[in-house]
Nanobody
């Protein structure tokens, strides 16, 4: 069975850090770009960070650039999101997604995790 399971979400204070993990199984992990999204009730899902299948090209939302870093380990079928200098505006459910590229700059979501809650509050 195909699974993506996120972990690492927690309650942290503003300025703190968290490292999220996403473990993939049941599919050829190294063939997929991996993307982190976040979702807040009542708001549109936002792409946070994407890393290509080789771990060579990364893309970040402007709101997290310089604070977040995405990485992957294809040998372990893992993708990570290091989050630093967290703000209350980062509070959301964070989801990982395995995506295929159409080679024209578009990515097609194929598999979704269920998400992990990140709450930034004092």
């Amino acid at each position: 069975q195909v699974q993506l399971v996120e972990s690492g979400g927690d309650l942290v204070q503003p300025g703190g850090s968290l490292r999220l993990s996403c473990s993939g199984s049941g599919f050829m992990f190294s063939l997929y770009a991996m993307t982190w999204y976040r979702q807040v009730p009542g708001k549109e899902r936002e792409m946070v960070a994407r890393i290509d299948r080789f771990g060579s090209i990364v893309t970040y939302a402007e709101s997290v650039k310089g604070r977040f870093a995405v990485s992957r380990d294809n040998e372990r079928s893992m993708v990570y999101l290091q989050m630093n200098n967290l703000s209350p505006e980062d509070t959301a459910v964070y989801l990982c997604c395995a995506e295929l590229s159409d080679f024209t700059g578009n990515y097609i979501p194929k598999y979704w995790g269920q998400g992990t809650q990140v709450t930034v509050s004092s």
